[in-house]
């Protein structure tokens, strides 16, 4: 069974410009939740999405939205980017509602913002 | 306010000796506990995870120890191996029947030395 995939990898944007980013999560999985990971600063929750309807959110400005598609795929949009929004951004997959505990991690994408 | 906190930024360990990595949380509403491990360039991958209802989970070399009365968990690798090398993160759930999002620490990275 194929992992929790994301794209772009890598990505290079500048200050003010907005940005898509991707998730396709595991097979079957209906759980999707959005991470920012910081040097030194762990993850930090943005949102979960489960069967298309935002489920949880966490303290990030409206300039960080997202959304989940009927096949279970997310993306999340950053607007207006600033120098700060550089980080790891990290997509999760769980299936089943009471099993959200044990996410399963896609690999990432580094978003650098200069 | 860091409710998950892993006070120790790094950790170096002997290969074969005892690798201790601790954890303190404050939401007493936390009732599920997870260990991620996260190498350079990947996501981060889950570990071992242990509930409220025990004070200790052991799979293989790795045994998650809980103290609630002290809001205290701990890793313990035995014994630690050169691959172990990788920043650890703790993370942890609870309340709201589980539709709660993770909440995950600053990280730990550990150092097995050959």
């Known amino acids: 069974k194929a992992g929790v995939t994301q794209t772009p990898r890598y990505l290079i944007k500048t200050r003010g410009q907005q940005v898509t980013l991707s998730c396709s999560p595991i097979?079957?999985?209906?759980?999707v939740s959005w991470y920012q990971q910081t040097p030194g600063q762990g993850l930090q929750f943005l949102f979960e999405?489960?069967?298309?309807?935002?489920?949880n959110k966490g303290n990030f400005p409206g300039r960080f939205s997202g959304r989940q598609f009927s096949n279970s795929r997310s993306e999340m949009n950053v607007s207006t980017l600033e120098l700060g929004d550089s980080a790891l951004y990290l997509c999760?997959?769980?299936?089943?509602?009471?099993?959200?505990?044990?996410?399963?991690f896609g690999p990432g994408t580094r978003l650098t913002v200069t | 306010d860091q409710q998950v906190k892993q006070n120790s930024p790094s950790l170096s360990v002997q290969e074969g000796r005892i690798s201790i990595l601790n954890c303190d949380y404050t939401?007493?509403?936390?009732?599920?506990f997870l260990w991620y491990k996260k190498y350079p360039a990947e996501g981060p991958t889950f570990l071992i995870s242990?509930?409220?209802?025990?004070d200790k989970n052991e799979d293989g070399r790795f045994t998650v120890f809980l103290n609630k009365s002290a809001k205290h968990l701990s890793l313990h690798i035995v014994p630690s191996q050169p691959g172990d090398s990788a920043v650890y993160f703790c993370?942890?759930?609870?309340?709201?029947?589980?539709?709660?999002?993770?909440?995950f620490g600053k990280g730990t990275r550990l150092s097995v030395i050959a």
């Open positions: 242990i509930s409220s209802i025990k």
């Open positions: 999760a997959s769980s299936l089943l509602v009471e099993s959200s505990y044990e996410q399963y």
């Open positions: 939401n007493s509403m936390f009732d599920y």
């Open positions: 993370a942890a759930s609870g309340g709201d029947s589980g539709n709660t999002p993770l909440v």
């Open positions: 999405y489960f069967s298309e309807t935002q489920r």
């Open positions: 097979s079957g999985h209906r759980s």
